[in-house]
């Protein structure tokens, strides 16, 4: 049965306790008929960057995730990524940062359904990049936060989660891929074509999930938390670059969406996104999004005190923020795990990751 124009469409499928084999809806009866989704179920929401929550914040984080996991909704939303990466009709071309801004926004609505106070945090993996010891001694990887960060998640809020191909897994830092770099970032921000932006953009991002590894570096990466937090992040970036399109360039952001090439319909602007047929690809583009569903706090900065966050601190070498580090440096750089993390700030010792050069350095805008 049809829901009337005026039902959330979304929440026949992965909503509401969905099941396991649900996704959103793909059925050729919505193309065309169904009225864009203006306005978000759960009302305007502020989104932070995960360790500027309270730890109230954060609990309430983890619980409502989990009660998505427990009734089949998150299950839902993670089939559906995955079927859309084997059909290649979301990554690899323009359709990739429009979709998934559709797609985790409609994720949070489901987790505000839970709990109307949660906003779904990001991920700021350059704040790990910034630390002066190695990143998988962020305290991301601790119980109180994100949990295991190598091997099987059996420890932390998501301890037992199951993907469609068995126990939920990470292997954070043991790949090829590496972190969000500032500089790399900055270099993006100088652009004005979407084009090349999104281009460059996806590249940072592939390399992130690359760098976590596990269930997060294929097609099972939507089964981990972390995945949307990173969505976040990415998204963030994108945002930035928008209102720099609309200050400084003289670009409406939300019509700068290039011809897709002729072998890649499904990037096309007026294709319908896929699990999400009551959008098209160009939707994403469009402003209400951060005026009617979103916007997000400044990210972590020395200026601002790294948001007065206990699990930041400000690096003065280099003026930026990091993450604090959950187990303690002695002198002789053996680690000892201290229970928690390590408080002491800017007297981490050893090497930087920021003074490794990058395995690939972005191409100048041409």
Same mark, same amino acid.
């Given at each position: ?17 969905? $099941? ?71 990554? *690899? ?11 985790? *926004? #409609? ?21 790990? +990049? ?20 190598? $091997? ?13 191909? +068995? ?46 590894? +596990?269930?997060?570096?294929?097609? #099972?990466?939507?089964?981990?938390? #972390? ?28 019509? =700068? ?17 896929? $699990? ?26 020395? *200026? ?6 206990? =699990? ?18 002695? =002198? ?33 805008? +041409?």
């Amino acid at each position: 049965m049809k829901p009337a124009p005026d039902v959330y469409l979304i929440g026949e499928k992965c909503f509401n306790g969905a $099941g396991p084999d649900a996704q959103l809806l793909t059925s050729e009866e919505f193309n065309g008929t169904a009225p864009a989704i203006r306005l978000p179920l759960t009302g305007y929401r502020t989104r932070q960057e995960y360790r500027t929550l309270s730890v109230s914040q954060r609990k309430r984080f983890h619980k409502a995730m989990n009660g998505l996991y427990k009734d089949g909704t998150y299950r839902c939303f993670a089939r559906v990524h995955r079927r859309g990466m084997s059909q290649g009709s979301t990554h *690899a071309g323009y359709a990739f940062l429009p979709w998934h801004r559709a797609f985790i *926004a #409609l994720f949070e609505d489901a987790l505000r359904l839970k709990d109307r106070d949660v906003s779904l945090p990001y991920w700021d993996s350059s704040l790990d +990049g910034n630390m002066a010891n190695e990143s998988k001694y962020s305290v991301m990887w601790d119980n109180a936060h994100m949990g295991t960060g190598r $091997g099987e998640v059996n420890e932390g809020p998501f301890a037992g989660w199951q993907t469609v191909k +068995g126990n939920l897994t990470r292997n954070v830092g043991r790949g090829k891929g590496k972190l969000a770099r500032q500089d790399s970032i900055n270099y993006l921000l100088t652009l004005c074509s979407f084009d090349k932006f999104s281009k460059e953009l996806e590249k940072i991002h592939n390399g992130i999930h690359k760098w976590l590894g +596990g269930a997060m570096k294929g097609s #099972l990466a939507a089964f981990d938390p #972390l995945f949307y937090m990173h969505h976040a992040f990415i998204d963030v970036i994108w945002e930035k670059f928008r209102q720099r399109q609309r200050a400084t360039c003289g670009v409406d952001p939300a019509s =700068d969406y290039p011809p897709a090439p002729v072998d890649s319909g499904a990037h096309a602007a007026e294709y319908y996104m896929f $699990g999400m047929r009551f959008f098209k690809n160009i939707d994403g583009m469009a402003d209400y999004w951060i005026n009617n569903w979103y916007n997000y706090t400044d990210t972590p900065m020395c *200026a601002n005190n790294c948001s007065d966050s206990p =699990d930041l601190y400000c690096d003065k070498d280099i003026n930026m923020c990091a993450s604090r580090s959950h187990v303690s440096f002695g =002198d002789d750089g053996i680690v000892t795990d201290d229970g928690g993390y390590n408080k002491t700030g800017g007297d981490e010792t050893g090497t930087h990751l920021r003074d490794v050069p990058p395995t690939e350095v972005i191409a100048a805008d +041409g």
